[in-house]
């Protein structure tokens, strides 16, 4: 896991650190989440201010972002919506579509956090973390990468919810089932309601814990999804939007490198504060293959996992 999230960081830091505005943006996000402890929202939102402003100052800093289009002739693309197209009419955004959207989707998301609450109280952990998760789901920027050092940094430093060691745990399962490593948010929610289940019984807590993660993670994304669909051609080339997004990405590169950070120090330098040399080794084949070979992701997790065993194994 520490080799692959370090190869995140240079494959997104490449495509997004075009030039020393981008590189000050990364570093400045880098510092706030990792020394000063700045909650990921608000250095997104930062970052989206910077970008904005910075655009229309320095025009040629800020917008690294390339523009979308589709290859005219190309035998190999195939749309099912054209750039010469009209948009059907069913498509096209409407102010009684978005207030028929957002009512649907509000009620869907917030009537569980309301059972819980109105069943269990607003201090059991299962109703923070509907509104923790609701509060990620809303800063999902970058993808996982971007938001696990975020949610790692509040469920194990603040709520308690799990430590150190099992958020590496669940980090390195997720990485070896077929679905988004986001999942993990789903152990990270059993692990709060086993440890904090209040007056219910671990495993139903635990379980409605896992359950009320998924939902409250997902479900705004649908949201998003089916409010800002019809909006999409309008937004697209527009050179404000880009260059928020530019410094929002070049932001993102700093919070990944906080994550690789924070996983070296838990795996190479365990409880006891002495490296751990067997991970070390592990770690450095890994991030090579991965960077230099193009080694695939699931070779690598189940070959570490191979090792990992036989290395236990044998002591």
């Not at 402890?37 to 917008?63: H, N, Q, Y």
């Not at 993102?252 to 409880?271: C, D, E, K, M, Y």
Request: charged letters at 10%; hydrophobic letters at 55%; one cysteine or more.
């Amino acid at each position: 896991m520490l080799a692959i999230v370090a190869s995140a960081v240079i494959r997104i830091g490449s495509k997004a650190l075009k030039n020393e505005v981008m590189w000050s943006i990364a570093g400045i996000a880098f510092v706030a989440i990792y020394f000063l402890r700045v909650p990921f929202p608000i250095i997104i939102l930062a970052a989206a201010v910077i970008g904005f402003v910075g655009g229309k100052v320095r025009r040629d800093k800020f917008l690294v972002i390339g523009g979308h289009g589709v290859r005219k002739g190309a035998a190999t693309e195939v749309t099912v919506i054209d750039d010469d197209a009209a948009a059907a009419e069913h498509t096209r955004p409407t102010v009684s579509r978005a207030l028929k959207v957002c009512a649907t989707c509000l009620a869907l998301w917030w009537a569980p956090i309301a059972l819980i609450a109105f069943w269990l109280g607003t201090d059991h952990a299962l109703f923070r973390e509907a509104i923790f998760f609701s509060k990620a789901a809303m800063v999902t920027f970058g993808g996982a990468y971007a938001v696990l050092p975020y949610v790692s940094q509040q469920a194990v430093e603040s709520h308690h919810w799990l430590t150190a060691t099992q958020m590496l745990d669940g980090l390195g399962l997720a990485e070896t089932t077929p679905g988004p490593l986001i999942m993990v948010l789903q152990f990270v929610g059993f692990l709060g309601g086993w440890n904090q289940p209040g007056s219910l019984p671990r495993l139903l807590s635990a379980t409605l814990g896992a359950l009320i993660t998924t939902w409250t993670t997902f479900m705004p994304c649908f949201l998003w999804i089916f409010l800002g669909a019809p909006h999409i051609e309008q937004l697209r080339g527009n050179e404000k939007l880009t260059t928020a997004l530019s410094a929002v990405t070049a932001a993102v590169v700093g919070v990944i490198l906080n994550l690789a950070v924070w996983f070296g120090l838990h795996v190479l330098f365990p409880a006891g504060g002495r490296i751990d040399w067997f991970a070390a080794c592990v770690a450095v084949v890994a991030f090579a293959g991965i960077v230099r070979w193009k080694w695939d992701v699931i070779p690598v997790v189940l070959g570490a996992g191979v090792a990992g065993l036989l290395y236990r194994s044998l002591l």
